[in-house]
């Protein structure tokens, strides 16, 4: 009776806290423990073992006490988010050598 009680109180938990990778981004890890009834170290151990088994992606800040979600990306969509990454680099780099470029052409008719 005790080990199926305790068994499923583990199952709630990391139910609840499969809902939460899905619905959050990021978590304090105090808020997370009182939500799902937890002390702060149960709720640490519990959301370890889920990342553990790959079950949620998370990473720990226990520095800043916050919990990072992270849903799971393809590989094409890894590549598709540097791509757009970089194209915005690109562009930021462009104006600002745009406006060196311009800011020179001013002082040197200046001078």
Known sequence: GKKR?????VRVV???MR????YYTRA???KMAEL?????????????NLV??????AKIDRLQDIVTFQQK???QEILNDWSVNLNSLMTIINKTCHLINKEKT?????S
Do not use: C, G, Y
């Open 5 to 9: 009680w305790k068994d499923f109180k």
């Open 14 to 16: 990391e139910h609840n």
């Open 19 to 22: 809902i939460m990778a899905k």
């Open 28 to 30: 304090r890890t105090q």
């Open 36 to 48: 799902l009834d937890l002390t702060k170290d149960e709720a640490e151990q519990f959301l370890s």
């Open 52 to 57: 553990s088994n790959k079950t949620i992606s």
């Open 73 to 75: 990306k393809s590989p």
């Open 106 to 110: 001013v002082h040197a008719v200046r």
